[in-house]
């Protein structure tokens, strides 16, 4: 059976409350034997990593989410400074922009954005960007990042156009792909997929949102994440085995998760 890795989950969320351990074992069971579980407040870093100790297939990463924001104690980014210390923690994040729920005032989004950058060079941790109708804002800040150092990171549940896809490669970052791409609509979305270079992509469920067809409409979990793979190996005329392999060596690599699973 192939190795999974489901780059991009919310294990944390009410929507999985009272059969979260049926959720992973129905993951593992399918071959989805590496989750990460993202951290979008305080609250859901905490109980990323809590989860991560628990369950061997489950790693963290922490963050603020940038709709959630304005809703931060003055002691937030301290504190989860101090999380992404964490052995667990792979990643943080998720961070970015988002103009699409308008929650928080765009200037406040920029500036998480640029502390969350600046912990992963301190750390040696890859950062997670969330991009919502908000590509131009969100290469800007990346483009002027990078002017201070190298960047380490990916793009989560890639949505954007092909333009912005190779302007983010060119700045080193992955490109992750989610059910979206499985979405009729989505047919340019797909190209970008399908044309991305194989070593620079990842997968990911984004769980409990975005399940992918024929799934669409219902709750999203891990074991899912074989259908966004399925969508993408066919789109690249390439073995489902192949794209398995690499896609989760392209996680490993980045995230630094050791394996064998441990």
């Not at 928080?104 to 040696?124: C, G, N, V």
Request: aromatic share 6%.
């Amino acid at each position: 059976m192939d190795e999974l890795f489901d780059t991009h989950c919310h294990l944390d969320e009410d929507a999985f409350l009272n059969e979260r351990d049926d959720v992973i074992e129905r993951a593992i069971a399918l071959g989805v034997t590496r989750m990460l579980s993202i951290g979008t407040t305080l609250a859901s870093s905490q109980r990323a990593i809590e989860l991560a100790e628990r369950e061997s297939h489950v790693r963290a990463a922490v963050g603020i989410h940038p709709n959630y924001c304005s809703g931060t104690q003055p002691t937030d980014w301290s504190e989860i400074c101090q999380l992404a210390r964490h052995p667990l923690v792979l990643a943080v994040g998720e961070t970015g922009l988002d103009q699409y729920w308008k929650q928080t005032p765009i200037e406040l989004q920029q500036d998480y954005f640029r502390r969350h950058i600046e912990l992963s060079w301190e750390l040696k941790k890859p950062f997670i960007v969330h991009c919502r109708d908000a590509e131009p804002e969100t290469l800007l800040l990346l483009e002027e990042m990078s002017r201070m150092a190298p960047l380490c990171g990916l793009m989560h549940s890639f949505a954007g156009s092909a333009e912005t896809a190779r302007q983010c490669l060119e700045l080193g970052l992955y490109l992750s792909f989610s059910g979206m791409i499985t979405y009729k609509r989505n047919e340019a979305l797909l190209a970008v997929a399908t044309e991305a270079p194989l070593d620079r992509i990842l997968i990911e469920t984004d769980a409990p949102y975005l399940a992918p067809v024929p799934l669409r409409g219902k709750r999203n979990e891990p074991a899912h994440v074989r259908y966004t793979l399925g969508k993408l190996a066919d789109a690249r005329q390439i073995d489902r085995h192949e794209l398995a392999t690499t896609t989760t060596a392209n996680a490993l690599r980045l995230l630094g998760w050791p394996a064998p699973l441990a």
